[in-house]
């Protein structure tokens, strides 16, 4: 009896020193993964790097607007930093089978290594499985492509696209005192990051009866996070719901600038938007803010920078190196105009440029682009 009795408290004493563990090391993910926040994820530090020359394919699904220009340059001037990597970048130009291609010619050619944003999610999965069982490295990142780390590719990283929804949903229901019409504007039909930010969003107004989501919790307008079909689309439901309070852009900041033309055209009143950041939302903040008393902006940061994590992943696993870095990032609102934090034009800059990620204008053109 006695025995049975220390054999329990032992156990007992065995599983709180492995939840203690276990929650020290969540601590410990989260505020490693904060500290990439706050910096967007630059470091001096380029052991990822090694000493063995490879070659590193860069690929992004799109590649024609200004998010995927910041996101190639992110990738793109990390790998920079490491003379004994050869870059051969590609972009998909919006064409699955395109991009399906390209991962294919870049496996055959011999890359030793690949960074993509997989736009398509599940239906870029098998190319990115044969890349792997090839022996190239691959890390997808900004988009998920279902699989698992460690079978199908290095590693999978983005931000929490879900919580993004959710900070979305209780932004826009501060701004219309939780009751309203909203719409939610999505990217290419089914793609994974527009369907786990709406889960996310109708998780949010679950606690708001009285707001409505007109464009229903299931899919989205279609707008290709093109700032002409942004704009189409807006006037279309403008046309078609008398009272639209708030709209949810999951966009950048520049292509959103879409919804502030339709809206325009339409003779409205501008109302709250949620969405990506750029600088050209920024500018149109402030020169619209005056003589549009309800217009406000709740952004979140592009996750641009998230590619030099990205980079650093697959170039230190080509080099047989580990790369311990977190692979996720729960991003809250970056701007915040009822919170004190309104979005801060920077005439500088170009319009699809984005604070949060820190990139230069010399970078952009220099890496923002397939050669």
């Known amino acids: 009896m006695l025995r049975t009795s220390i054999r329990a408290a032992v156990s007992a ?29 630059k470091t001096t530090d380029t052991s990822f790097c090694g000493t063995k020359p490879i070659a590193l394919g860069v690929h992004d699904g799109f590649g024609i ?13 990390e790998a920079a930093k490491c003379a004994n990597v050869k870059q051969v970048p590609r972009i998909g130009q919006g064409d699955l089978q395109k991009s399906i291609a390209d991962v294919n010619g870049l496996a055959s050619q011999g890359v030793d ?35 698992k780390d460690g079978e199908d590719y290095v590693q999978y990283l983005d931000w929490d696209e879900h919580a993004a929804g959710v900070a979305w949903g209780e932004w826009v229901a501060k701004a219309i005192h939780g009751e309203g019409n909203v719409v939610f504007l999505g990217g290419p039909a089914g793609n994974p990051v527009s ?3 709406l889960s996310g ?29 942004i704009q189409q689309n807006m006037t279309a439901l403008l046309n078609k719901y008398p009272k639209i309070d708030a709209v949810i852009n999951d966009s950048d900041g520049f292509a959103s600038l879409g919804v502030v033309r339709a809206y325009q055209s339409a003779n409205k009143p501008l109302v ?15 020169k619209q803010k ?56 920077d005439p500088a800059q170009g319009p699809d440029t984005f604070t949060s990620s820190q990139l230069s204008a010399d970078d952009l053109a220099k890496y923002g682009k397939a050669e």
């Open 13 to 41: 004493a065995a599983l709180a020193g492995a939840a203690l563990i276990g929650a020290a090391a969540t601590s410990n993910a989260a505020e490693d993964a904060q500290k990439l926040i706050d910096t967007a994820a």
């Open 195 to 197: 369907a786990h930010e």
């Open 272 to 286: 709250p938007l949620a969405s990506l950041e750029a600088n050209g939302l920024a500018c149109e903040y402030e």
């Open 65 to 77: 607007n200004g998010w995927s220009r910041a996101s190639m340059t992110a990738v793109r001037s």
């Open 113 to 147: 290594a690949i960074v993509i944003i997989p736009d398509w999610g599940k239906s870029q999965l098998p190319s990115l499985r044969a890349a792997t069982d090839a022996g190239v490295k691959t890390v997808p990142w900004a988009a998920d492509p279902g699989g």
């Open 201 to 229: 969003v109708v998780e949010a107004f679950k606690k708001y009866p009285k707001i409505t989501l007109l464009t229903g919790d299931k899919d989205w307008p279609v707008t290709n996070w093109d700032s002409a079909l």
């Open 290 to 345: 005056a003589s549009n008393a309800n217009f406000q902006i709740g952004t979140i940061s592009g996750r641009n920078w998230i590619g030099r994590v990205a980079a650093r992943k697959a170039i230190a696993a080509a080099e047989g190196l580990t790369n311990s870095e977190p692979t996720r990032f729960e991003l809250g609102i970056y701007e915040d105009s009822l919170g004190g934090k309104a979005p801060v034009c």
